[in-house]
Nanobody, 113 residues
Framework: VQLQASGGGLVEAGGSLRLSCQVS???????TDWYRQAPGKQRELVAG???????HYEDSVKGRFTVSRDGATNTVYLQMNSLRPEDSAVYYC?????????WGQGTLVTVSS
């Protein structure tokens, strides 16, 4: 299983970005989460979607971020709206299957004030 994250960039506060996590090497839907890590901080869980496509969110992003899946392409998206400077971080996708954890390479999101 390989994960390829993309879609990061520089955006002004209040703007939007959509991150993509392309999952390859499996035909199965995986529990897939988005994490982020800001400089000097621990990596934290932001949002995720399970194999039944039920989503969950960390409190600070509820109502602003939406996680979804395109089953045809096995891609998980993170739509981020109303971005804030504190959302700036490297965003990673992570998937779990049969007790094994897989990470994508990270994509940088920078939100300017």
């Amino acid at each position: 299983v390989q994960l390829q994250a993309s879609g990061g960039g520089l955006v002004e506060a209040g703007g939007s970005l959509r991150l993509s996590c392309q999952v390859s090497g499996t035909v199965f839907r995986l529990d897939t989460d988005w994490y982020r890590q800001a400089p000097g901080k621990q990596r934290e869980l932001v949002a995720g979607i399970d194999t039944s496509d039920v989503a969950h969110y960390e409190d600070s992003v509820k109502g602003r971020f939406t996680v979804s899946r395109d089953g045809a392409t096995n891609t998980v998206y993170l739509q981020m709206n109303s971005l804030r400077p504190e959302d700036s971080a490297v965003y990673y996708c992570r998937a779990v299957r049969l007790g094994r954890t897989y990470w994508g390479q990270g994509t940088l999101v920078t939100v300017s004030s």
